[in-house]
Protein backbone atom coordinates (compact mmCIF):
# COMPACT_ATOMS: atom_id res chain seq x y z
CA UNK A 1 0.00 0.00 0.00
CA UNK A 2 1.45 3.18 -0.98
CA UNK A 3 -0.74 5.98 -0.47
CA UNK A 4 -2.81 6.31 2.52
CA UNK A 5 -6.18 6.27 0.06
CA UNK A 6 -5.51 2.64 -0.64
CA UNK A 7 -5.67 1.68 2.69
CA UNK A 8 -8.77 3.51 2.97
CA UNK A 9 -10.28 1.21 0.13
CA UNK A 10 -8.66 -1.48 1.58
CA UNK A 11 -10.81 -1.12 5.03
CA UNK A 12 -14.29 0.34 3.31
CA UNK A 13 -14.12 -3.47 2.62
CA UNK A 14 -14.51 -4.92 5.79
CA UNK A 15 -17.48 -2.18 6.20
CA UNK A 16 -18.55 -3.57 3.06
CA UNK A 17 -18.55 -7.01 4.19
CA UNK A 18 -20.17 -5.77 7.42
CA UNK A 19 -23.48 -5.50 5.55
CA UNK A 20 -23.00 -1.33 6.07
CA UNK A 21 -25.58 0.08 3.92
CA UNK A 22 -23.61 4.09 5.41
CA UNK A 23 -20.22 4.69 4.88
CA UNK A 24 -18.49 7.81 5.75
CA UNK A 25 -14.96 8.43 5.07
CA UNK A 26 -13.92 11.77 7.28
CA UNK A 27 -10.65 13.40 6.71
CA UNK A 28 -9.21 16.03 8.74
CA UNK A 29 -6.04 17.53 8.10
CA UNK A 30 -4.48 21.31 9.44
CA UNK A 31 -1.16 22.44 9.38
CA UNK A 32 -1.67 24.27 12.18
CA UNK A 33 -1.96 21.33 14.79
CA UNK A 34 0.41 19.23 12.41
CA UNK A 35 -2.25 16.27 12.59
CA UNK A 36 -4.08 14.13 9.92
CA UNK A 37 -7.03 11.96 11.15
CA UNK A 38 -8.89 9.72 9.13
CA UNK A 39 -12.00 8.72 10.03
CA UNK A 40 -13.84 5.48 8.33
CA UNK A 41 -17.76 4.53 10.09
CA UNK A 42 -20.28 2.58 8.59
CA UNK A 43 -23.53 1.55 10.36
CA UNK A 44 -22.86 -2.36 9.64
CA UNK A 45 -23.17 -5.30 11.69
CA UNK A 46 -20.51 -4.53 14.30
CA UNK A 47 -18.55 -6.64 15.59
CA UNK A 48 -18.24 -8.40 19.65
CA UNK A 49 -15.82 -7.17 22.23
CA UNK A 50 -13.12 -9.66 22.03
CA UNK A 51 -12.93 -9.62 18.29
CA UNK A 52 -12.45 -5.47 19.06
CA UNK A 53 -9.32 -6.47 21.31
CA UNK A 54 -7.51 -8.69 18.87
CA UNK A 55 -8.55 -7.53 15.82
CA UNK A 56 -5.38 -5.55 14.37
CA UNK A 57 -3.51 -8.64 15.11
CA UNK A 58 -3.00 -10.07 11.50
CA UNK A 59 -3.76 -13.41 12.31
CA UNK A 60 -6.98 -12.50 12.99
CA UNK A 61 -9.56 -12.27 10.06
CA UNK A 62 -13.29 -12.78 10.04
CA UNK A 63 -12.58 -14.08 6.42
CA UNK A 64 -12.99 -18.16 5.45
CA UNK A 65 -9.91 -18.46 2.96
CA UNK A 66 -7.24 -17.99 4.78
CA UNK A 67 -6.32 -17.74 8.46
CA UNK A 68 -4.50 -14.01 8.35
CA UNK A 69 -6.06 -10.57 7.41
CA UNK A 70 -3.94 -7.68 6.91
CA UNK A 71 -5.80 -4.31 6.06
CA UNK A 72 -6.14 -3.43 9.67
CA UNK A 73 -2.61 -4.33 11.09
CA UNK A 74 -1.16 -2.64 7.86
CA UNK A 75 -3.10 0.68 8.41
CA UNK A 76 -1.74 0.65 11.86
CA UNK A 77 1.51 0.18 11.14
CA UNK A 78 1.09 2.96 8.42
CA UNK A 79 0.10 5.45 11.17
CA UNK A 80 2.49 4.14 14.44
CA UNK A 81 5.48 5.26 11.54
CA UNK A 82 4.04 8.63 11.80
CA UNK A 83 3.54 9.33 15.19
CA UNK A 84 0.27 8.50 15.09
CA UNK A 85 -2.09 5.81 16.06
CA UNK A 86 -5.21 3.64 14.98
CA UNK A 87 -8.42 3.15 17.00
CA UNK A 88 -11.50 1.56 16.54
CA UNK A 89 -15.12 1.72 18.11
CA UNK A 90 -17.29 -0.79 17.51
CA UNK A 91 -20.21 -2.60 19.18
CA UNK A 92 -22.63 -5.62 17.93
CA UNK A 93 -25.61 -3.87 15.92
CA UNK A 94 -23.51 -0.88 16.44
CA UNK A 95 -21.23 -0.10 13.57
CA UNK A 96 -17.69 0.40 13.25
CA UNK A 97 -15.84 3.75 13.55
CA UNK A 98 -12.05 3.41 12.25
CA UNK A 99 -10.12 6.46 13.41
CA UNK A 100 -6.39 6.96 12.10
CA UNK A 101 -4.38 9.80 13.14
CA UNK A 102 -0.93 10.94 11.84
CA UNK A 103 1.50 13.63 12.11
CA UNK A 104 0.89 15.40 9.23
CA UNK A 105 4.22 16.95 8.37
CA UNK A 106 6.01 13.57 9.37
CA UNK A 107 8.50 12.40 6.91
CA UNK A 108 7.40 8.91 7.19
CA UNK A 109 3.75 9.77 6.18
CA UNK A 110 2.47 8.43 3.59
CA UNK A 111 0.93 10.73 0.66
CA UNK A 112 -2.75 10.95 0.89
CA UNK A 113 -3.44 9.56 -3.14
CA UNK A 114 -5.80 9.61 -5.71
CA UNK A 115 -8.95 9.34 -2.56
CA UNK A 116 -11.28 10.75 -5.13
CA UNK A 117 -10.63 8.22 -7.64
CA UNK A 118 -10.81 5.76 -4.50
CA UNK A 119 -14.57 7.47 -3.54
CA UNK A 120 -15.47 6.86 -7.41
CA UNK A 121 -14.60 3.07 -7.44
CA UNK A 122 -16.54 2.43 -4.40
CA UNK A 123 -19.57 4.15 -5.16
CA UNK A 124 -19.75 2.36 -9.15
CA UNK A 125 -19.55 -0.94 -7.56
CA UNK A 126 -21.20 -0.63 -4.50
CA UNK A 127 -24.52 1.44 -5.89
CA UNK A 128 -27.01 0.15 -2.98
CA UNK A 129 -23.98 1.97 -0.04
CA UNK A 130 -24.52 5.16 0.35
CA UNK A 131 -20.95 7.10 0.79
CA UNK A 132 -20.21 10.21 2.68
CA UNK A 133 -16.93 11.80 1.83
CA UNK A 134 -15.92 14.91 3.82
CA UNK A 135 -12.40 16.73 3.69
CA UNK A 136 -11.89 19.43 6.50
CA UNK A 137 -8.28 21.65 6.31
CA UNK A 138 -7.14 24.64 7.98
CA UNK A 139 -8.57 26.55 4.41
CA UNK A 140 -11.95 25.36 4.82
CA UNK A 141 -14.09 21.93 4.12
CA UNK A 142 -15.82 19.78 0.99
CA UNK A 143 -18.40 17.17 1.84
CA UNK A 144 -19.33 14.92 -1.07
CA UNK A 145 -22.34 12.41 -0.94
CA UNK A 146 -23.47 9.60 -3.04
CA UNK A 147 -26.68 10.03 -2.44
CA UNK A 148 -27.03 13.75 -2.48
CA UNK A 149 -25.46 13.08 -6.33
CA UNK A 150 -27.48 10.57 -7.21
CA UNK A 151 -31.06 12.51 -6.82
CA UNK A 152 -29.75 15.38 -8.04
CA UNK A 153 -28.65 13.80 -11.18
CA UNK A 154 -31.67 12.09 -11.46
CA UNK A 155 -29.82 8.55 -11.70
CA UNK A 156 -29.60 5.64 -9.88
CA UNK A 157 -26.14 3.99 -10.05
CA UNK A 158 -23.04 5.12 -11.69
CA UNK A 159 -22.01 2.93 -14.07
CA UNK A 160 -21.26 5.42 -16.95
CA UNK A 161 -17.29 6.13 -17.05
CA UNK A 162 -18.14 9.62 -18.24
CA UNK A 163 -19.56 10.47 -15.23
CA UNK A 164 -17.63 9.04 -13.15
CA UNK A 165 -14.60 10.69 -14.29
CA UNK A 166 -16.67 14.20 -13.91
CA UNK A 167 -16.78 13.00 -10.55
CA UNK A 168 -13.69 12.40 -9.83
CA UNK A 169 -12.50 15.38 -11.29
CA UNK A 170 -14.97 17.53 -9.29
CA UNK A 171 -13.95 16.40 -5.89
CA UNK A 172 -10.48 16.55 -7.23
CA UNK A 173 -10.83 20.26 -8.19
CA UNK A 174 -12.41 21.07 -4.94
CA UNK A 175 -10.08 19.24 -2.80
CA UNK A 176 -7.22 22.01 -4.24
CA UNK A 177 -9.26 24.56 -3.39
CA UNK A 178 -9.22 24.16 0.29
CA UNK A 179 -5.44 23.24 -0.08
CA UNK A 180 -4.89 19.55 -0.27
CA UNK A 181 -1.73 18.80 -2.06
CA UNK A 182 -0.60 15.28 -1.92
CA UNK A 183 -3.36 13.70 -4.17
CA UNK A 184 -0.83 11.79 -6.51
CA UNK B 1 2.97 2.31 -19.00
CA UNK B 2 3.22 6.03 -20.41
CA UNK B 3 4.06 4.76 -23.96
CA UNK B 4 0.84 2.30 -23.47
CA UNK B 5 -1.52 4.92 -22.68
CA UNK B 6 -0.92 6.78 -25.70
CA UNK B 7 -0.90 3.88 -28.01
CA UNK B 8 -4.93 3.73 -26.65
CA UNK B 9 -5.59 7.07 -26.63
CA UNK B 10 -4.32 6.87 -30.61
CA UNK B 11 -6.74 3.72 -31.02
CA UNK B 12 -8.90 5.39 -29.13
CA UNK B 13 -9.02 8.54 -31.47
CA UNK B 14 -10.25 6.15 -34.00
CA UNK B 15 -13.30 5.22 -32.65
CA UNK B 16 -16.20 7.41 -34.21
CA UNK B 17 -18.52 8.78 -31.36
CA UNK B 18 -16.34 9.76 -29.34
CA UNK B 19 -17.04 12.28 -27.09
CA UNK B 20 -14.12 14.74 -26.72
CA UNK B 21 -13.89 15.78 -22.75
CA UNK B 22 -14.91 19.55 -22.75
CA UNK B 23 -12.04 21.51 -20.75
CA UNK B 24 -14.89 23.20 -18.45
CA UNK B 25 -13.83 22.86 -15.32
CA UNK B 26 -16.85 21.02 -12.84
CA UNK B 27 -16.99 21.77 -9.52
CA UNK B 28 -20.68 21.50 -8.11
CA UNK B 29 -23.10 19.29 -8.49
CA UNK B 30 -24.57 22.00 -11.05
CA UNK B 31 -21.95 21.69 -13.16
CA UNK B 32 -22.00 18.15 -13.25
CA UNK B 33 -25.56 17.92 -14.54
CA UNK B 34 -24.99 20.50 -17.08
CA UNK B 35 -22.10 18.27 -18.52
CA UNK B 36 -24.26 15.24 -18.33
CA UNK B 37 -26.59 16.97 -20.23
CA UNK B 38 -24.48 18.13 -22.93
CA UNK B 39 -22.82 14.72 -23.31
CA UNK B 40 -25.99 13.10 -23.59
CA UNK B 41 -27.47 14.96 -26.67
CA UNK B 42 -23.82 14.46 -28.57
CA UNK B 43 -24.08 10.86 -27.25
CA UNK B 44 -25.99 8.19 -29.43
CA UNK B 45 -28.11 6.90 -26.12
CA UNK B 46 -27.03 3.65 -25.78
CA UNK B 47 -29.53 1.80 -23.63
CA UNK B 48 -28.45 0.15 -20.37
CA UNK B 49 -30.83 -1.78 -19.42
CA UNK B 50 -29.58 -3.60 -16.07
CA UNK B 51 -30.03 -7.34 -16.67
CA UNK B 52 -26.76 -8.70 -15.67
CA UNK B 53 -27.14 -11.91 -17.71
CA UNK B 54 -26.48 -10.22 -21.24
CA UNK B 55 -23.85 -7.72 -19.92
CA UNK B 56 -20.34 -8.79 -19.48
CA UNK B 57 -19.35 -9.06 -15.80
CA UNK B 58 -15.92 -8.54 -14.76
CA UNK B 59 -15.23 -8.79 -11.36
CA UNK B 60 -11.66 -7.29 -9.77
CA UNK B 61 -10.50 -9.22 -6.59
CA UNK B 62 -9.83 -5.88 -4.25
CA UNK B 63 -8.58 -6.81 -0.81
CA UNK B 64 -5.80 -6.64 0.82
CA UNK B 65 -3.25 -8.43 -1.55
CA UNK B 66 -4.99 -6.65 -4.96
CA UNK B 67 -4.97 -3.53 -3.84
CA UNK B 68 -1.74 -3.99 -3.03
CA UNK B 69 -0.53 -4.76 -6.67
CA UNK B 70 -2.70 -2.12 -8.05
CA UNK B 71 -6.13 -3.41 -8.69
CA UNK B 72 -7.47 0.05 -8.40
CA UNK B 73 -5.63 1.78 -11.69
CA UNK B 74 -7.12 -1.48 -13.18
CA UNK B 75 -10.69 -1.45 -12.20
CA UNK B 76 -10.37 2.06 -13.68
CA UNK B 77 -9.02 1.10 -16.93
CA UNK B 78 -11.75 -1.86 -17.11
CA UNK B 79 -14.78 0.72 -16.39
CA UNK B 80 -13.29 3.04 -18.88
CA UNK B 81 -12.83 1.03 -21.27
CA UNK B 82 -15.64 -1.05 -21.59
CA UNK B 83 -17.50 1.98 -22.36
CA UNK B 84 -15.55 3.48 -24.99
CA UNK B 85 -14.88 0.56 -26.43
CA UNK B 86 -19.16 -0.15 -26.54
CA UNK B 87 -19.24 -2.98 -24.57
CA UNK B 88 -22.01 -3.21 -22.51
CA UNK B 89 -20.35 -4.63 -18.98
CA UNK B 90 -20.53 -4.15 -15.70
CA UNK B 91 -17.70 -3.98 -13.49
CA UNK B 92 -17.45 -4.41 -9.97
CA UNK B 93 -15.44 -5.29 -7.55
CA UNK B 94 -14.72 -8.79 -4.82
CA UNK B 95 -12.86 -9.61 -2.27
CA UNK B 96 -9.97 -12.02 -1.99
CA UNK B 97 -10.05 -14.91 -3.44
CA UNK B 98 -7.06 -16.51 -2.74
CA UNK B 99 -4.90 -16.18 -5.25
CA UNK B 100 -2.73 -13.31 -3.48
CA UNK B 101 -0.11 -14.45 -5.77
CA UNK B 102 -1.43 -13.86 -8.71
CA UNK B 103 -2.82 -10.61 -7.73
CA UNK B 104 -4.02 -8.65 -9.54
CA UNK B 105 -7.09 -10.93 -10.30
CA UNK B 106 -9.70 -10.47 -12.63
CA UNK B 107 -12.52 -13.23 -12.70
CA UNK B 108 -14.98 -12.36 -16.10
CA UNK B 109 -17.94 -13.62 -16.86
CA UNK B 110 -19.31 -13.36 -20.74
CA UNK B 111 -22.62 -14.26 -21.07
CA UNK B 112 -24.03 -17.65 -21.22
CA UNK B 113 -20.41 -18.87 -19.90
CA UNK B 114 -19.04 -20.10 -17.03
CA UNK B 115 -16.29 -17.78 -14.90
CA UNK B 116 -13.16 -17.42 -16.12
CA UNK B 117 -10.31 -16.14 -13.73
CA UNK B 118 -6.94 -14.15 -15.14
CA UNK B 119 -4.09 -13.82 -12.92
CA UNK B 120 -1.01 -11.07 -13.27
CA UNK B 121 -3.84 -8.28 -14.75
CA UNK B 122 -1.59 -5.59 -16.33
CA UNK B 123 -2.67 -2.93 -18.03
CA UNK B 124 -1.20 -4.26 -21.21
CA UNK B 125 -2.90 -7.32 -19.99
CA UNK B 126 -6.39 -5.70 -19.57
CA UNK B 127 -6.11 -4.34 -22.85
CA UNK B 128 -5.88 -7.57 -24.05
CA UNK B 129 -8.47 -9.35 -22.00
CA UNK B 130 -10.55 -7.09 -23.22
CA UNK B 131 -9.46 -7.54 -27.13
CA UNK B 132 -9.11 -11.11 -27.01
CA UNK B 133 -11.77 -12.61 -24.53
CA UNK B 134 -14.23 -10.44 -24.13
CA UNK B 135 -14.81 -9.02 -27.99
CA UNK B 136 -13.49 -12.85 -29.28
CA UNK B 137 -14.25 -15.63 -27.00
CA UNK B 138 -10.50 -16.45 -27.43
CA UNK B 139 -8.57 -17.57 -24.42
CA UNK B 140 -5.12 -15.54 -23.52
CA UNK B 141 -2.22 -17.03 -21.30
CA UNK B 142 -2.62 -16.44 -17.48
CA UNK B 143 -5.84 -17.98 -16.32
CA UNK B 144 -6.16 -19.48 -12.85
CA UNK B 145 -7.75 -22.78 -13.55
CA UNK B 146 -10.88 -23.47 -11.41
CA UNK B 147 -9.45 -25.61 -8.44
CA UNK B 148 -13.05 -26.33 -7.15
CA UNK B 149 -14.20 -28.96 -9.62
CA UNK B 150 -13.36 -32.22 -8.49
CA UNK B 151 -13.73 -35.60 -10.02
CA UNK B 152 -16.27 -36.52 -7.68
CA UNK B 153 -18.35 -33.57 -8.43
CA UNK B 154 -18.07 -34.43 -12.12
CA UNK B 155 -19.63 -37.65 -12.07
Same mark, same amino acid.
Given at each position: ????????????????????? &????????? $????????????N?????? &????????????????? $??????????Y????????LS???? &?G???????T?????????????????????? +?????I??L???????G???????E?????????????????????M?????????? +???? | ?????????????????????????????????K??????????????AI??????????????????????????????Q?D???????????G??????A??????K???????????????R??????????????????????????????
Open positions: MLTLALNILDIVQNSIRAKAS &EISVDIIES $KKTDLLEIGVGDGKGMPE &ELLSKVTDPFVTTRTTR $KIGMGLPLFKQANLAGGDIESG &EKGTRVKVFILGHVDRQPLGDIAGVMTILM +SANPESFYSHKTDNDYRFSSVTKEYLGIKNFNDSHLLMDIKEINENLKDIGV +SDLN | MNNFNENICTEISNVPNLIIRSMSQIKSLADLKKREEIKTGLDLRVKDPENHVQVKVAMATCGIASGAKPIMEFFVELRRNIPGIVTQTCMGYCFEPTVEILPGKDPVVFGYVDLKADLIIEKYIKEGELIDGIIPVNYETIDSKE
